[in-house]
């Protein structure tokens, strides 16, 4: 029987929790410290109790090799889109350490787990892939507990990674996350430090009993 | 400056929180424990630090009145699509708390946050309503850590929701989710003690270098 955490450990885990880019080690990660970040991902609500993810553990060279350079056409065509001030700042963001990390995690979702009558996806298509984020912020909150980091890459289509990694066209990749040890995790996030966004107030976002 | 929670901890809420239907105590919620919730749900990652979500904090009795009439009439409409032994199980198992608990909070995703050009979601238009999801997993878990409980109702129509509670069109509703002190937490999620689905082993979802 371990201890119950306290509160104000929690929330130190969620504020010291980052979105890692640059600060892998490449070192080896064992796999007992792999099951059991994938185990708290696994134990994240879902509905209908339908537990619709699956992971791809990635190590290959290749593979890896491969994706990142998609990703790479992927921030020329985001890359396009921007002008002046926005564009400048952008060309100073890294934005992946697919090769850096010790490891790629593709994490999918299956909307046949569960079905055809799946409880509390009836009126709302996205409530699988809601689930599966779910289990995505379990690991990450897990690998940051571990000192481990973890860095969400979301510039590809879909099509691609299904291809490359022989996902079946009903599957739906959800993301691919850069995991392993790290030097430190940075006190604030990248695109805040790089001037690209701001954190807002929270009261900005807090409503009273209607909109 | 508090102490890092160790990894034992860590799991140990991972695996003790629940999604909650019937042991809301329905007990006052303090504003400063409401506050530390949504400062975690703030905290969470969001693709381009674009932090796309709101929070509607409800208490009134009259609209936890509608919504809860509103989520009965979804409950029937899928009970009409079971059959069977599938309907007689569904027929015994509680979908939401609304009353009982202390209070309504329903996250929202607003698209413009960060538009035209937000970082990382120029290939994958879903990756916005992915950053909401981590958000509320942020917040379930911070609750557990604090002894509260959260279930997540999903037996309603987006748009009975938006009209209910003044939400623009444009701003889609993600979640209602049923939050408060609880008399305890289930030691076994509910769908699985009323033998609706079963948890699968994690080996079941685990895939190595390729699907």
């Known amino acids: 029987m371990t201890e119950a955490l306290s509160p104000p450990e ?4 969620v504020h010291r929790r ?11 990660m064992g796999e007992e410290s792999l099951e059991r970040l994938l ?6 609500p879902s509905v209908g109790l339908s ?13 890896r090799a491969a994706f990142k350079e998609h990703v790479a056409s992927e921030r020329e065509t985001f890359m396009a889109e921007l002008a002046g001030e926005r564009k400048e700042l952008f060309a100073g963001i ?13 994490v999918t979702y299956d909307s046949s ?10 009126a709302i298509a996205e409530a699988g892939l809601y689930s599966v984020c779910l289990a995505i912020e379990n690991l990450w909150l897990a690998a940051t507990a571990e000192g481990l980091g973890v860095g969400w890459v979301s510039f590809y289509r879909e099509d691609f990674l299904r291809q490359l990694l022989g996902i079946p066209a009903e ?9 392993g040890p790290v030097t430190h995790l940075e006190p604030v ?12 107030p929270l009261a900005d976002v807090v409503r009273r009993e209607r909109w």
Chains 1, 2 share one sequence.
Do not use: M
Request: charged residues 30%; aromatic residues 8%; glycine residues 10%.
């Open 10 to 13: 929690f929330y130190e885990l």
């Open 18 to 28: 980052r979105d890692v880019r640059g600060q892998f080690t490449g070192r080896e």
């Open 39 to 44: 185990g708290a991902a696994h134990a994240a």
């Open 51 to 63: 537990q619709p993810w699956d992971f791809i553990v990635i190590r290959d060279g290749a593979t």
């Open 94 to 106: 890294k934005i992946e350490g697919i090769e850096e990390a010790s490891l790629g995690l593709v």
């Open 113 to 122: 787990r569960g079905a055809p009558h799946v409880l509390g996806r009836h």
């Open 171 to 179: 599957v739906r990749p959800v993301a691919w996350l850069c995991l």
């Open 189 to 200: 996030p990248d695109l805040e430090a790089r001037r690209w966004a701001e954190r807002r």
